[in-house]
Structures are given as structure tokens and as C-alpha cells.
């Protein structure tokens, strides 16, 4: 099954929903109901906006994103699956695992009593896939548009040997200007700074002077991000997930990186929820994972 707009129409026709033929000609859903609006491409199943009602976009997206076959978007929620980061022994596959530049499946999509839209993308183990990583599964990503963003990637083992995977709901964040946020709910959290390999305990808020790439690790916290320039204040809490992952690059990385402006940097800021390090799980034979991000306005 491809994913043609016309068929998509036809398929899914729901009040609030409507498909069309988003930038790289890639077919992204459009939400609309009483809470917010969204946008879903079905490359990599991405959220790549999330708008409630009466606000500014929760989402970051970079002006200089591909929209390109075998290439991530930048910005919105990457599906970072079956691993996270480089591969852990293969340098030539792709940063993050495969999920995230695979074509998605729209498997459903409704519309909730209370006015939510509820909508499933699915993807398998193809040809493609298991050159990369020789394992059957079954992954579903559950997106729900309402008062508040629950995104839940569902990964399930259909082999018959155990894997060990690594995964995030990579989100990425507007902000007015990063160096006068702060980010609470991880002090005393210990975490690796990738940036200089160290281990560290957080002391109190997290502010930005600099690149920071943090590993938080056994953690399930709530965690706010704190945008004062323009008095909002971010929830990020989650399920499945002992580790969470504190990003931005500052002006040298992002300069490196072809799809994210130069100056870019200033407005976005990743808070993902992950099975990162320690935290990356074993899915024996037959049985499944979820890993859930709930973003909301406080
Ligand atoms: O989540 C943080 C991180 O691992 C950073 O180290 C940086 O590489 C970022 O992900 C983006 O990775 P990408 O492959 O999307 O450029």
C-alpha cells in the first residue's frame, strides 16, 4: 500500500483530519480539533508540530530541514529506533537507528469522545531493515492530538530470539531565546556530559552558557522547561523510560550540521524521553515495549 493522498482521503475520512502533500512531496497528516493542531509526516511516523489552541507551537522546526528519502526531518519528534546515537559497532549505519527515515504505515486514525484525535502508524522488519539489523518486529507509534501531546512508540519483538534495543522521542522544543531558559526536575541526577565524557551530578536547574548534551540517567522525572522570555513553561513527563536527554549545540555544532540554521540554536532545545545508556531494553520473543512522552502547557 503506498501512501497516495487521494487513497488517504478515501481511507481515513475523519471530521478534523486531512492529508496533504507536505514539503519534499511527502505526505503529512493535518490535525485540527477543540484542543490543537498537528502536523504527522509518515516519513519516520514525525510529529513535526503540535499547536494547542490560542498558542505558539510547542515544536521546533529547523528553516533548513531535508525532506528527503533516507534522510531525517529536523525538528519536531524523530523516532530515534532500534538504537540511539551511532551505532554501537557499525559506523556506515544511520545516527539514531532506522526508524526515523523508514515510510510509516497509517494504520488508523479517530476521533475520541472527548474531542482527541487518536491516531496509529505502523512499520516491520522489511528487506531494508534487516540489513541493518536482522530482527522481526513490529513497531506502532500512537499519536494523541488533546489538551496535552502523548506520543508512544510501541515496539514489539516478533523473532524468536531476544533483542536489546536503544530508542527516544527525540523532541525538540521552541524556545524564545535559549540563554534565558532553565530546565528543572533533574537535580541531584547524575548524568554523562557528552561533551566533555565526564560523569556529573546536576546541580539544581539546568541553564545553557554553552553546548550541552546530557545523558540523565535513572531518572523518570517530570521534567519543565522554563522559557522566560516568553512566560511559558513546558511539561515533559514519560513512561518506559529511565533516561532522558538534554540537547542543544550551541553556534559550532549547529554550524556543522547542513539541515539546522547557524543561528538557530538560540530558539530550540531537546528534552527527549529515552532508553538511552544503562536504560536500553531486552525484548524477548513475543513481547513488546512502550515508550511514552506527554507534552503539555503548565
Ligand atoms: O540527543 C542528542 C544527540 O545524540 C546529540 O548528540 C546530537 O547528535 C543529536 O542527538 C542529533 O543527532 P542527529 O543524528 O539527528 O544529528
Known sequence: MN???TELNNRFSVDGIKFITGT???PVIEIANRFAAAKVALHGAHVMSYTPVGEDDLLWMSRSSWFEPNKPIRGGIPICWPWFGGHPTDSNLPSHGFARISEWQLESIELAAAGAH???LGLSDSKITRKMWNFAFKAELT?????ELRVELMMRNCDAQPFETGAALHNYFAVNDISQVKVSGLAGCAYLDTVDHNHKVQDGDICFPAETDNVYLDTAAEVII????QQRKISIAKNGSNSTVVWNPWCAKAA????FGDNEYTQMLCVETT???SDTRTIHSGAEHRLETIISLV
Request: glycine share 8%.
Open 3 to 5: 501512501n497516495n493522498i
Open 143 to 147: 499519536v494523541t492530538v488533546g489538551a
Open 118 to 120: 487518536i491516531i496509529v
Open 24 to 26: 519534499g512531496e511527502m
Open 226 to 229: 522554563h522559557d522566560n522570555a
Open 256 to 259: 556543522r550540521m547542513p539541515d
Open 275 to 277: 532508553n538511552a545508556e
